[in-house]
């Protein structure tokens, strides 16, 4: 058997990722950013796993030009990118790329790489080991204590709300930017409608309805320099509305 030969079987027999990554009127030096996250990323796991990177641009009416998306196309082997013709939301964002990703697994976190990286590859692990379909990640304290005070107070009412009207969720704190799954996982995202805030809390209710699905979790931890925004009071209430209807719609 030729050394040519046993490469090529070698390259055919790794895992495949899907790495999918939302956007929106980024900053100035966004693109430098993503691939040198990308590239820490995928260093240690790049013999084990092909990785095809998903960039969805949600409707951005500034920050992302022609020059930046070539140079990801040059650095990045596999590399995709969409848009959206308007600002649909998160949700709506995350769906379309859903539509394309066929890797075995799927891992969705935000473009400027908000959690440290051993928590992406401790979730990589998780759906490796094939005894979960979805794996969420959790935040801890230290994150609570980095967000604005609004979002904290919104985040951690929600936790409660989740406990009270959402028992059977395995997860109480839905709404971390990190989450992995398979392609059953996936099939479970697809069914989702909410476009923005909410749209990973009425995924993970879908799937706490699904007995077919095993879900696990992770703690996850938000890097060094990461800044969160404050949430518009617009936004809590939208939110809240989404909330009442994901309930209801669960109890049917």
Known sequence: MNDKF??????????????VHPIYNPKKGWAEDLWFYFSAFQKPIQEEFEITLYLVNDGSSHGIHVSEIDFLKSKIQK???????????????????????????????DFDYPYILENAWDMLD???SRESDI????????Y?????MRRKIFSLS??????LFFPKLKVKDTQSGLKGFNQKGKSIFL???????????????????????????????????????????KTIVTELFNFSKIWMTSSN
Not at 144 to 148: A, G, R, S
């Open 6 to 19: 046993v490469s090529t079987i070698m390259k055919n027999s790794k895992l495949t990722l899907d790495l």
């Open 191 to 233: 069914k989702t409608q909410i476009n923005a805030f909410l749209f990973d809390m009425e995924f993970l209710v879908l799937a706490s309805k699904a007995h077919e699905v095993k879900t696990d979790w992770i703690y996850v931890q938000v890097r060094e320099g990461v800044h969160f925004s404050s949430m518009k009071l």
């Open 158 to 163: 929600l936790k409660l709300m989740n406990y």
């Open 79 to 109: 590399f995709i990118y969409l848009e959206l013709p308007i600002n649909q939301g998160k949700g709506a964002a995350l769906r379309e790329a859903m539509k394309n990703c066929q890797s075995e697994f799927i891992i969705y976190t």
């Open 126 to 128: 998780k759906l490796k």
């Open 144 to 148: 609570y204590d980095q967000l604005p």
């Open 135 to 142: 794996v969420v990640g959790v935040r801890d304290e230290q």
